[in-house]
């Protein structure tokens, strides 16, 4: 069986030019190498056939199986930000203001299947793992409910969304456009809403209402996170539209402003 990989190299063999060769003397017509990266991108050696030394490089798109999403009617809102901030409680006042006013709503919240979320909290996984781990949770919660969702002309309210994971896995140490190239194909929300509170008063929260704190709730973590948070609007606007609240309002508030900006983009 031909890989579309071989194909790949076929056809960059088929189309390269002449290449001049020091130890040769003279152009020779050159064999291709593959190197693969894990971003979705893939490094082409050229090479003389004889020597085989490298004569030239360059970066290509790799083939991978396409997971274009297709045009949704509805519109798909994530609540973003650090642990503590009260995104479930917003989330779910701003559900009920929604349904109130006779929108049809799905809530869901990421991570979305109990085993992975189990697995996530339970184990020290390393943080690339983490990263794809994540993007099969988001991909399977996507194609099973919120793009069947959108079709139907739903609105989706999301507990979370890609932007966590940018967010979260970039501190733990891993390149943002790994994070992207791992979640190449993920639909990204329409609206994002970004609870931004002072990580001191998140960290309180959190120490009063849980039995005990994880990696994600240092207060180290949470100072960081908040940081990377503000700056996410700025480097995907052409992506989404974003929100940014001042999460020490209170909720009812806080939900009737977002109630208000959804409606701007209805
Ligand atoms: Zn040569």
């Known amino acids: 069986m031909t890989s579309p990989f071989l194909f790949l190299k076929e056809e960059i063999e088929k189309e390269a030019q002449l290449m001049f060769c020091y130890k040769c003397g003279k ?15 893939v490094e082409v050696e050229y090479l003389c056939p004889v020597h085989k030394i490298v004569l030239a490089k360059e970066i290509r798109e790799m083939k991978l199986p396409k997971r274009e999403v297709k045009v949704a009617k509805g519109l798909y809102i994530s609540v973003d930000g650090i642990d503590g901030a009260g995104k479930t409680t917003f989330a779910k006042e701003l559900v009920k203001l929604l349904k109130m006013d006779g929108f049809e709503v799905l809530y869901v919240k990421e991570p979305h299947i109990p085993a992975i979320k189990e697995f996530l909290y339970k184990y020290d996984i390393d943080a690339d793992a983490e990263v794809y781990i994540f993007a099969t949770d988001r991909i399977i919660l996507q194609k099973t409910a919120v793009i069947p969702a959108l079709e139907s002309g739903k609105l989706v309210v999301s507990d979370r969304s890609i932007y966590t ?19 190449r194909g993920v639909k990204y ?7 931004d509170i002072d990580a001191e ?19 180290d973590f949470l100072k960081e996170a908040r940081k990377l948070f503000l700056e996410i609007p700025k480097k995907y606007s052409k992506l989404s539209k974003f929100y940014i609240l001042d999460a020490s309002k209170d909720v009812k508030t806080l939900a009737k402003e977002a109630l208000t900006k959804i409606k701007e983009n209805i």
């Open 27 to 41: 152009s020779v017509k050159p064999i291709v190498r593959l190197l693969p990266t894990l971003i979705g991108t």
């Open 189 to 195: 929300p329409d609206i994002v809403f970004i609870l």
């Open 165 to 183: 994971s940018i967010v979260y896995q970039s501190i733990r140490g891993v390149d943002e456009e790994f994070i992207i190239g791992v979640n």
């Open 201 to 219: 008063l998140a960290y309180n929260r959190l120490k009063k209402t849980r039995d005990s704190l994880t990696k994600y709730e240092s207060l």
